[in-house]
Protein backbone atom coordinates (compact mmCIF):
# COMPACT_ATOMS: atom_id res chain seq x y z
CA UNK A 1 0.00 0.00 0.00
CA UNK A 2 0.97 3.47 -0.71
CA UNK A 3 -0.15 6.73 1.24
CA UNK A 4 -0.80 9.84 -0.41
CA UNK A 5 -0.79 13.33 1.38
CA UNK A 6 -2.25 16.89 0.62
CA UNK A 7 -3.65 19.81 1.58
CA UNK A 8 -0.45 21.27 2.72
CA UNK A 9 0.29 25.04 1.82
CA UNK A 10 1.30 28.33 3.29
CA UNK A 11 -0.99 29.92 6.16
CA UNK A 12 -0.65 32.77 8.53
CA UNK A 13 -0.07 32.30 12.40
CA UNK A 14 -3.44 31.66 13.45
CA UNK A 15 -4.63 30.24 10.63
CA UNK A 16 -6.14 26.35 9.93
CA UNK A 17 -4.84 23.59 7.74
CA UNK A 18 -6.46 20.30 7.08
CA UNK A 19 -4.23 17.30 5.81
CA UNK A 20 -5.55 14.75 4.01
CA UNK A 21 -3.93 11.16 3.77
CA UNK A 22 -5.60 8.33 1.64
CA UNK A 23 -4.01 5.06 1.49
CA UNK A 24 -4.10 2.34 -2.35
CA UNK A 25 -4.83 -0.55 -0.15
CA UNK A 26 -7.81 -0.94 2.11
CA UNK A 27 -5.40 -3.41 4.36
CA UNK A 28 -4.11 0.06 5.85
CA UNK A 29 -8.02 -0.20 7.88
CA UNK A 30 -5.76 -3.04 10.14
CA UNK A 31 -2.83 0.00 11.09
CA UNK A 32 -2.65 2.20 13.35
CA UNK A 33 -2.14 5.57 11.28
CA UNK A 34 -0.64 8.90 12.03
CA UNK A 35 1.44 12.19 11.21
CA UNK A 36 5.30 12.42 11.77
CA UNK A 37 7.00 15.58 10.95
CA UNK A 38 10.08 17.13 10.26
CA UNK A 39 10.89 21.01 10.62
CA UNK A 40 13.60 22.85 9.20
CA UNK A 41 17.16 22.41 11.08
CA UNK A 42 16.06 19.39 12.41
CA UNK A 43 17.38 15.83 11.47
CA UNK A 44 15.05 14.30 12.92
CA UNK A 45 11.36 13.42 12.73
CA UNK A 46 8.76 13.80 15.46
CA UNK A 47 5.16 11.94 16.13
CA UNK A 48 2.37 14.68 15.53
CA UNK A 49 -0.70 12.66 16.34
CA UNK A 50 -1.98 8.97 15.63
CA UNK A 51 -5.43 7.05 15.61
CA UNK A 52 -6.07 3.15 16.35
CA UNK A 53 -6.97 1.39 13.49
CA UNK A 54 -10.54 1.37 14.44
CA UNK A 55 -10.92 4.80 15.21
CA UNK A 56 -9.23 5.28 18.89
CA UNK A 57 -7.34 5.84 21.00
CA UNK A 58 -6.01 9.37 19.73
CA UNK A 59 -2.27 10.21 21.11
CA UNK A 60 -1.28 14.00 20.60
CA UNK A 61 2.27 15.22 20.93
CA UNK A 62 2.33 17.76 23.28
CA UNK A 63 2.58 20.69 21.41
CA UNK A 64 -0.43 19.19 19.19
CA UNK A 65 -2.35 19.14 22.28
CA UNK A 66 -5.56 21.31 22.17
CA UNK A 67 -4.90 22.63 18.85
CA UNK A 68 -4.83 18.96 16.02
CA UNK A 69 -7.19 16.80 15.80
CA UNK A 70 -6.98 13.70 13.95
CA UNK A 71 -9.49 11.63 12.61
CA UNK A 72 -9.99 8.51 10.17
CA UNK A 73 -12.44 7.36 7.91
CA UNK A 74 -11.96 3.46 7.43
CA UNK A 75 -14.76 3.11 4.15
CA UNK A 76 -12.47 5.95 2.22
CA UNK A 77 -8.92 4.44 3.47
CA UNK A 78 -8.17 8.31 4.72
CA UNK A 79 -7.14 9.43 7.49
CA UNK A 80 -7.19 13.42 8.27
CA UNK A 81 -5.08 15.95 10.67
CA UNK A 82 -7.42 19.02 11.24
CA UNK A 83 -4.59 21.67 12.69
CA UNK A 84 -5.54 25.12 14.35
CA UNK A 85 -4.18 27.95 16.21
CA UNK A 86 -0.96 27.46 13.46
CA UNK A 87 2.53 28.54 14.78
CA UNK A 88 5.40 29.56 12.59
CA UNK A 89 7.16 26.72 14.53
CA UNK A 90 4.86 24.63 12.80
CA UNK A 91 6.47 24.57 9.90
CA UNK A 92 7.86 21.55 8.02
CA UNK A 93 7.60 18.94 6.49
CA UNK A 94 4.15 16.26 7.30
CA UNK A 95 4.76 12.24 6.67
CA UNK A 96 1.38 10.38 6.98
CA UNK A 97 2.67 7.03 8.45
CA UNK A 98 1.41 3.54 8.83
CA UNK A 99 2.18 0.85 11.46
CA UNK A 100 1.02 -2.09 12.60
CA UNK A 101 1.68 -1.59 15.93
CA UNK A 102 1.91 2.13 16.76
CA UNK A 103 3.40 5.12 15.60
CA UNK A 104 6.27 6.55 17.17
CA UNK A 105 9.94 7.10 17.08
CA UNK A 106 11.14 4.23 14.86
CA UNK A 107 10.65 4.21 10.99
CA UNK A 108 6.91 2.73 10.54
CA UNK A 109 5.53 0.12 8.10
CA UNK A 110 4.88 2.76 5.41
CA UNK A 111 5.53 5.92 4.99
CA UNK A 112 3.94 8.79 2.42
CA UNK A 113 6.18 11.13 0.73
CA UNK A 114 5.36 14.23 3.03
CA UNK A 115 3.92 17.65 2.26
CA UNK A 116 5.10 21.08 3.07
CA UNK A 117 3.17 22.92 5.59
CA UNK A 118 4.65 26.44 5.95
CA UNK A 119 3.07 29.06 8.44
CA UNK A 120 4.53 32.50 7.98
CA UNK A 121 3.50 36.11 8.10
Known amino acids: ARLVESGGGSVQPGGSLT ?26 RETVASIGSGGGPKRYAEFAQGRFNISRDNAKNSIELHMNLLKPEDTGVYYCAADREAIGPHVPDILGRGIQVTVSS
Open 19 to 44: LSCVATDSIIRLYVMGWRRQVPGSQR
